[in-house]
Nanobody
């Protein structure tokens, strides 16, 4: 099983980034796919999730700015992040969940700074 995130970068406030997560080794289509972030010295925070049927939900701090999507043909999940703020700075993790099983990626760093 692998979850490999990419797309993290240094970006100025107000900018945009698109994160990608490539999944392999499990039945991707069954799983709810999520993005979770962790800032230095803080606990992990739920960012966004998309279920197997495509329904989405978002953490309150990103609602209206971030959009999660998935491509079951490519086993990919994406996070489009717009209007980025310094407080969005964190390591972003891809997290796959189905019943009692879950898998995590290694994370990708997003830094929002001028």
């Amino acid at each position: 099983v692998q979850l490999v995130e990419s797309g993290g970068d240094l970006v100025q406030p107000g900018g945009s980034l698109r994160l990608s997560c490539a999944a392999s080794g499990f039945s991707f289509w069954r799983y709810s796919m999520n993005w979770v972030r962790q800032a230095p010295g803080k606990e992990r925070e739920f960012v966004a999730g998309i279920s197997s049927d495509g329904s989405t939900n978002y953490g309150g701090s990103v609602k209206g700015r971030f959009t999660i999507s998935r491509d079951n043909d490519k086993n990919m999940v994406y996070l489009q992040m717009n209007s980025l703020k310094p407080e969005d700075t964190a390591v972003y993790y891809c997290w796959a969940v189905w019943t009692a099983k879950d898998y995590w990626g290694q994370g990708t760093q997003v830094t929002v700074s001028s």
